[in-house]
């Protein structure tokens, strides 16, 4: 028996989107959702955010909505936030009473919000005439780790919400909250009740998770910033990933790593109105824009380490120091070693940046060589697309789109659907405009602007088929819901690369050398660029990126034909490259993946030349003969 007496999935479980059909059908309750549609009634999981139950009003136009699903035929589970500003209230109340209350007390003062909810939604069902049941966390069997106040979730018990929607009831969770070994009530951090409902969804193996909110849906960027962003009627799982973690605001990271780890689908939908509002879902890549969406981090600091050595171990070293402090490092920027020394910047929320200096100054004490370096007023600013794994030349276009009103680019990072760079913060703002508007994303189909050449077709439905049996392989063998998914190594031998040192540091340059290498018809892969070095006008900047192999000779013409415009600028070469790509779900939700994987090709004797980070996936750059070295040894550290 688990928790309050109800049966808990063992562990390790099996897939728990497939938990229905184990269990569950031993008490003889209907499996519903997916695996019979048509046949059964199909399920709803419906949350409700702290300003969509704000008064009785709203409460009551809640319930009103989920009663209306009900009476067409759906099953329905609420998921509910506590009121409007409850949470801070109680948090205020908190700290009156003492200015260190214990992780524990606070989780059991703060779930009283949601349960107020609940119980205040519950009367409002009834109120129209269905019957309805009000649950606490516990009470489901949300089963979570003791880490008060960030709780993860490990398994949660479906039979009683079973039981009780067989009997025609609404179920009414509270969001935000569970249960630990103890019996002590647990909270699960920022966008808890997100995370409840998206992993409600998954172990009922419900049809559509709908987050109602107080905005349309999710939207091409902010609209406070441009007033013309764009409603996104469907967006995919990967693209919303990388919005969400970087601030997006409509939904946390923790609930889309959910969806995507269970294939829920989730719809965002505006909780005033009728609007069907945005599914977030797979997407085909036929279907994609160029750019989907664009996001700002504005508090971002940078930490840069500056004369290190060039060898095996350093980065495992710097990130191990960053790890034991579970600090959240976002952006990460190693550019190709010169004259035995390398260089590595990365960026932390800036509230964590004396944490973070803290840890680079210990990770430079244990080297015995390097110095630390801080850089604060700057914003992070991103474009996401599924777009771009087809297209040459999205980066040029960017890049240009910022020159054109005068942003210059601290750094540059890229992943395989998101180029980052690093701006001023006073300009962040001009940026995401200028971008927006160079994609054509206020338009309603925006197929964006006549961006480079389109690539030859691919089969990649294939290898998004074999890509998500291996990521369904290893939420298979998971002990814990909300363990950390890695679905592949990958291994690209025939990437090659481009170095450009000593241009100026000033807007255009950048996007100029990418205009060359667009024009080609060359697809240029991991791109890095680190601070400038340098003092006033004699500021220098250098520019690293990646090509594949077959097109090394033809990018470095065209490269060199923009350089010689600078004096003093030179360009190189390296055709004797590997790319290490580590694939996967919750790699910056979930701290140390770093240090893993730096470990273990420091332990490999392997040295990183360059890094390049985002939400689901880690790239290094290392020598060729160390490319299935390091693919193996990464596999075995991933338990692949």
């Not at 009627?233 to 973690?245: F, G, K, N, P, T």
């Not at 971002?300 to 095996?312: H, N, Q, T, W």
């Not at 703002?429 to 480079?452: I, R, S, T």
Request: hydrophobic share 40%; with cysteine; aromatic share 2%.
């Amino acid at each position: 028996m688990g928790i309050l007496g109800q049966d808990l999935p063992s562990r390790p479980t099996t897939h728990y989107a497939r938990m229905v059909g184990s269990a569950d059908v031993s008490v003889g309750q209907p499996v519903v959702g997916k695996q019979e549609r048509g046949s059964a009634v199909s399920l709803i999981v419906q949350k409700f955010g702290g300003t969509s139950v704000a008064d009785a009003e709203r409460i009551r136009a809640a319930a009103r909505r989920a009663v209306a699903s009900h009476r067409a035929g759906h099953q329905v589970v609420m998921v509910v936030s506590a009121r409007g500003s409850k949470t801070d209230e109680l948090v205020g109340l908190a700290s009156e009473i003492t200015d260190s209350p214990s992780a524990r007390e606070m989780d059991m003062l703060l779930s009283t919000g949601e349960q107020e909810s609940v119980a205040l939604m519950a009367m409002a069902v009834a109120a129209e005439g269905v019957e309805a049941i009000s649950l606490t966390g516990g009470q489901i069997g949300i089963h979570t780790d003791s880490s008060h106040t960030q709780a993860r979730i490990i398994d949660i018990s479906t039979l009683r919400m079973r039981e009780a929607l067989k009997a025609g009831r609404i179920v009414i969770a509270a969001g935000f909250q569970g249960i630990d070994d103890d019996r002590n009530i647990t909270t699960l951090g920022r966008g808890g009740s997100d995370t409840t409902a998206t992993a409600l969804a998954a172990v009922l193996q419900a049809d559509e998770c709908q987050i109602y909110t107080d905005v349309d849906g999710v939207l091409s960027t902010d609209p406070r910033v441009v007033p013309s962003a764009r409603l996104l009627r469907r967006i995919s799982y990967d693209e919303m990933l990388e919005l969400a973690s970087l601030g997006a605001g409509v939904m946390h990271s923790r609930s889309i790593e959910f969806a995507k780890k269970y294939r829920v689908p989730v719809r965002v939908r505006p909780a005033h109105g009728d609007g069907e509002g945005t599914l977030i879902a797979d997407v085909a890549d036929h279907t994609a824009n160029l750019v989907t969406g664009l996001a700002v981090v504005r508090e971002e600091a940078r930490v840069g380490l500056v004369g290190l050595p060039d060898r095996p171990g350093v980065m495992s070293e710097i990130f191990l120091r960053l790890a034991e402090r579970s600090l959240p490092v976002d952006m990460i920027v190693q550019d190709i070693g010169q004259g035995g020394l390398a260089e590595v910047s990365f960026t932390v929320p800036e509230p964590d940046l004396t944490e973070a200096l803290a840890a680079a100054e210990a990770a430079v004490a244990d080297l015995g060589q390097g110095t630390v370096e801080q850089g604060v007023g700057v914003s992070k600013m991103s474009s996401i697309g599924r777009g771009m794994r087809s297209h040459t030349g999205v980066a040029a276009h960017m890049f240009r789109s910022l020159a054109e009103v005068g942003v210059n680019l601290h750094m540059i990072s890229t992943s395989e659907i998101k180029i980052s760079v690093l701006v001023d913060r006073d300009r962040c703002e001009e940026a995401v405009a200028a971008v927006h508007a160079g994609f054509g994303l206020h338009e309603e189909q925006a197929e964006g602007p006549d961006v480079g050449v389109e690539l030859p077709p691919e089969d990649r439905q294939a290898v998004m088929s074999e890509r998500e049996e291996l990521e369904q392989d290893v939420v298979d063998r998971l002990a814990s819901m909300e363990d950390i998914v890695v679905s592949d190594v990958q291994l690209d031998d025939e990437q090659a690369r481009i170095t450009v040192r000593g241009i100026p540091d000033s807007p255009g340059i950048v996007a100029s050398v990418f205009s060359a290498v667009a024009e080609g018809g060359i697809l240029v892969d991991m791109i890095v660029q680190n601070e400038s070095r340098g003092g006033g006008d004699e500021r220098s900047a250098s520019l690293t990126f990646t090509v594949p192999r077959r097109d090394l000779d033809s990018a470095l013409l065209l490269v060199r034909e923009v350089v010689e415009q600078w004096p003093g600028a030179t360009s190189g070469f390296e055709r004797d490259i590997a790319m290490l790509t580590v694939v996967g779900i919750g790699l910056r939700s979930h701290t140390g993946v770093g240090e893993r994987m730096f470990g273990a090709l420091a332990s490999a004797g392997i040295n990183i030349q360059m890094i390049n980070t985002s939400e689901i996936r880690v790239s290094v750059v290392v020598g060729l003969a160390d490319g299935p070295a390091g693919h193996a040894c990464l596999s075995k550290a991933f338990d692949l």
